[in-house]
């Protein structure tokens, strides 16, 4: 039965089943989609996050729902054509949170400015007739009107061409709110702690609810690790000894102010002085700048965004703008971590890593999957539970995801920053209707309410200070200071909700502005 979005509730569950179909460890895009795809077809779901829902790599992506365009100029047209053809599902499917959006190509020759034009036809051909719009040459005067801010010093004009942009971290908790509703157990804050075996094979997990402090050990037919960047712990668990699955790779971006860019067409720079790919997108209202590829050697919940990452990106900017944001200008700053398949040789670089998904079953039928991206998880999410029934004797059912609508889903299209929520977009404004003091901001320059924190709490499983302002609404994101002017008033409403005292309040506060200083600064 379908199950209220609340955690106590998937908690007080924990003790009505023996067994699970499955257990799946991680609670980012490919677990969520995981959990949706085994619930929608019928087997006993649970779901553990050890944090929140896409605190780590899920919730810090460049918010594109896209084929790759650098993966097509990687000759990986597999790859690219999948994506597109997932993106038009997602779109479907999640028609709240996936818009269509405009990229702009700025060319400084007639070769370069041919080379993409035949590139992106190539990927409008693969797109077929789920084409997000046709690409075209521009002029440089069409350029100039798209980029207001744009260099046009030796500019030869540009190539438009149309990908989606998403809210990932929004997706991410209406994809735990449609697998609740299709009879998953999901909880946040819960890490598992060890794997349980009977004759060499997994059988169940035991974990600890970081909330509650209480340990549970669960069994289950199958064990799926989705734990992302943090994939060789598990792995570990079941093989100590085993060699490294993934090879982190640090992305960083930027906030600005919208002003910038001016405009709604966002900006692509193929080729950077590293020969990497680096966006400018308008995103709520901001300007959003990103990422960098840099490979670490350790994986972390908060990743911190390096000072060179931060002075790439300006130096970056300043060849494309006629007066580009500096240091001073900076908003927020964000880091997070890809898993990427480590590489065979030790050479240093990302490049040669495979940004494709990865699935293995280990001997102890323990089912792993790492890396892909956002627009595909969908697919990859099929083709793990397609290896999770096989590893654990289930009885076969197809996969149904193709056609189920994401919470939230509505192609109604308001004009108000409430949209995003989508079908719940009224229950919010009832709450405003039913008590005018939730509609109050909570601070003036940005348009979050009360309501949508007193939302947060109650139906969408937020548990503390920065799961609002981090992951429900993006404030933290956009805008670091904003972000701690506005956390008193959100650990005030949480702690009545939650029932919660003055410590609580307190510590959460605490914890929170050292967590944004990081944002503020973004420098290691």
Not at 478 to 493: N, R, T
């Amino acid at each position: 039965m379908p199950l209220d979005f609340k955690r106590e509730l998937h908690v007080s569950r924990l003790k009505h089943v023996d067994v699970w179909d499955i257990i799946i460890i991680g609670g980012g895009a490919t677990g969520l989609g995981v959990a949706l795809d085994a619930a929608s077809r019928g087997y006993s779901t649970l779901l553990l996050e050890q944090s929140d829902f896409a605190k780590a790599t899920s919730g810090r992506s460049t918010k594109l729902v896209h084929g790759g365009v650098r993966y097509l100029a990687q000759g990986n047209i597999k790859l690219v054509y999948t994506a597109l053809h997932e993106r038009e599902i997602l779109f479907r499917n999640a028609a709240h949170l996936i818009k269509r959006q405009s990229f702009i190509i700025p060319c400084f020759n007639l070769l370069t400015r041919l080379k993409y034009f035949i590139g992106l036809k190539i990927y409008d051909l693969l797109a077929g007739s789920f084409s997000f719009g046709r690409s075209k040459v521009l002029n440089v005067k069409q350029v100039k009107q798209l980029l207001p801010g744009i260099n046009y010093k030796n500019l030869k004009g540009g190539i438009e061409y149309f990908d989606g942009q998403f809210d990932d971290a929004r997706l991410a908790v209406n994809l735990a709110q449609t697998c609740s509703e299709h009879g998953a157990t999901v909880i946040n804050y819960c890490r598992v702690t060890g794997l349980l075996k009977v004759n060499n094979k997994i059988c169940g997990v035991s974990f600890l609810d970081n909330e509650s402090k209480q340990h549970y050990e669960l069994n289950a037919k199958v064990v799926v690790n989705a734990t992302g960047v943090f994939v060789d712990d598990i792995l570990k668990m079941d093989k100590p000894e085993r060699k490294p699955l993934v090879k982190p790779s640090q992305g960083t971006h930027i906030v600005f102010p919208n002003s910038f860019l001016n405009g709604s067409s966002a900006l692509m720079i193929p080729k950077t002085s590293d020969g990497r790919v680096l966006f400018a997108i308008p995103w709520y209202g901001h300007l959003l700048v990103g990422t960098t590829d840099t490979p670490l050697n350790n994986s972390s919940l908060e990743p911190k965004a390096l000072k060179k990452e931060i002075h790439f990106i300006i130096e970056t900017l300043e060849k494309y703008w006629i007066n580009a944001p500096g240091e001073k200008d900076i908003l927020s700053v964000f880091a997070g971590l890809r898993p990427l398949a480590a590489p065979q040789k030790n050479t240093g670089s990302t490049k040669e890593i495979s940004r494709d998904h990865k699935l293995l079953v280990s001997a102890s039928g323990l089912v792993t999957i790492t890396g892909g991206k956002w627009t595909t998880y969908r697919k990859m999410a099929e083709e793990t539970m397609d290896a999770a029934i096989k590893a654990g004797n289930l009885k076969p059912v197809i996969c149904l995801t193709k056609n189920i609508k994401i919470h939230g889903c509505s192609n109604t299209e308001s004009k108000n920053h409430l949209s995003i929520y989508g079908s719940d977009e009224e229950n919010i404004k009832q709450l405003i209707k039913e008590n005018p003091f939730f509609g109050n901001k909570l601070i003036d320059k940005l348009p979050y309410t009360v309501a949508e924190v007193i939302w947060a709490v109650r139906n969408e499983m937020a548990r503390t200070i920065e799961d609002v302002l981090a992951r429900r609404i993006r404030i933290l994101f956009l805008d670091a200071k904003a972000a701690i002017e506005a956390a008193p008033e959100v650990a005030e409403i949480m702690a009545e909700e939650l029932n919660y005292n003055e410590d609580w309040k307190t510590s959460q506060l605490n914890d929170f502005r050292i967590l944004a200083e990081g944002y503020l600064a973004g420098v290691d």
